[in-house]
């Protein structure tokens, strides 16, 4: 009896390790987890400044971010930071630039003195108004060292050359060498202006494309309008070649209303009605060539279809009406739309507007338009409208009546440059 007794108070003392090995392992799986949880934390999610978190700059001094670097779920989010500041290198103070990434957040501090660590000075007004076009005028500038000799040459003043109307800032920089020194800037107002010489563009209007080896019935019928997909290979191969410059819709508006001078060597490629065999052999061709161009597509004529079907960065789908395509009116070549009642003719361009999916540009169908049609286009939202009249756009025309210089069929590439170049 008691030698059982014995036995059984061995295996209750072996026990007792035993228990005690088992809390130990479990609160050393929980420490495990804890920081494993804590390390899956810190790569998933984190938030770091790059540089220094507190920095000391004189008066007008040249700052830089150096940013931060951010994760989120694994993934580098440091492009998508938040970044709020109210830093002002013209004023003395303490500052802070706050980095918000998802719930992390982190600060920098700049602090900035009351003397400049270099002496630059600029000349004439803080605040200037030019017109678009016009150049600008330099008021002047001083840089001088700290023994009072000039070093006006070393001031790095940028870009004055302005293309587009609004708010410019011209930055005078007068760097140390070390990645410091001190930047001054002056406010520049440049105003619309149509007046200006400029030598204006052209906006090529093709129709129908064909390809040489497999000529439609009609080639000779349809008033010139084919042009062989091997011409106009030349022609796309010419533009690239003298490095042509394709603007967008609104660039063609903010040229015609004066906010915006476009390169010398700049044109817009539009192709009427949007047929089938067009689509198929001019989308390939552009696409190779990574040229943009424009589609003014009927969109009574599977519209919608065609639209899904050939979708592409470089083409452009726009309005040449959904069902206004058609005779019925009294001038020009008689299209319907110039005298069609407001209703009408409101209902059919926003059905258009919705299957292209834009109103930045608008083609007249036949190229008849009027002060009513005008108008609707208007009110349409359309940036631009184009006719059939010949001519290139130049600023102060009215961008709802732009001209378009025809190509048709049997140009020479040497007629092609005739219509197209300065």
């Not at 001031?155 to 930055?171: L, N, P, Q, Y």
Request: with cysteine; net charge neutral.
């Amino acid at each position: 009896m008691a030698a059982r007794r014995k036995k059984k108070q061995r295996k209750q003392r072996k026990r007792k390790p035993d228990l005690f090995r088992a809390v130990i392992a479990v609160l050393a799986l929980t420490v495990f987890c804890t920081a494993a949880g804590i390390i899956y934390y810190t790569t998933q999610s984190c938030l770091i400044l790059k540089g220094k978190e507190h920095v000391e700059l004189g008066l007008n001094g040249i700052w830089d971010d150096p940013g931060v670097k951010a994760r989120q779920g694994g993934k580098d989010v440091s492009d998508q930071v938040k970044v709020t500041s109210d830093l002002d290198l013209s004023s003395p103070g303490e500052y802070t630039i706050t980095y918000k990434s998802g719930h992390l957040t982190v600060d920098r501090t700049i602090s900035v003195g009351d003397t400049m660590d270099a002496d630059l000075r600029l000349k004439g007004p803080e605040r200037m108004s030019i017109l678009l076009g016009e150049p600008f005028e330099e008021p002047g500038y001083k840089a001088k060292d700290e023994n009072g000799k000039s070093i006006r040459s070393k001031v790095e003043v940028s870009d004055t050359d302005f293309k587009t109307a609004g708010e410019h800032e011209v930055t005078y920089t007068l760097p140390d060498g070390k990645g410091g020194g001190v930047r001054l800037s002056r406010q520049v107002t440049v105003l619309p202006n149509t007046e200006y010489e400029a030598p204006g563009f052209p906006i090529c209007m093709y129709h129908y494309v064909y390809d040489e080896n497999d000529p439609p019935d009609d080639l000779n019928r349809r008033y010139g309008n084919y042009i062989s997909v091997q011409a106009l290979t030349e022609e796309i191969n010419w533009l690239k070649q003298e490095g042509y410059y394709f603007p967008s819709w609104q660039e063609v508006r903010d040229y015609a209303d004066g906010r915006l001078i476009l390169p010398d060597k700049s044109i817009v490629l539009t192709f009427d009605d949007g047929e089938r065999a067009t689509l198929e052999l001019a989308v390939p061709l552009m696409d190779k060539l990574r040229v943009p161009w424009t589609s003014f597509l009927i969109t009574s004529k599977k519209g919608e279809e065609k639209v899904e079907e050939f979708q592409s960065r470089y083409l452009n789908f726009q309005s040449h009406t959904h069902d206004m395509h058609r005779a019925g009116g009294v001038r020009g070549h008689r299209g319907i739309l110039p005298v069609s009642r407001r209703m009408d003719g409101m209902n059919d361009l926003l059905t258009s507007i919705r299957i292209v999916g834009s109103n930045e540009a608008f083609a007249y169908p036949y190229g008849d338009y009027s002060d009513n049609a005008r108008l609707m286009i208007e009110q349409a939202g359309f940036r631009c409208a184009v006719t059939t009249q010949p001519g290139w756009v130049h600023p102060g025309m009215d961008p709802l009546k732009l001209p378009r210089q025809r190509m048709s069929l049997g140009q020479s590439l040497d007629s092609f440059i005739v219509r197209v170049a300065r």
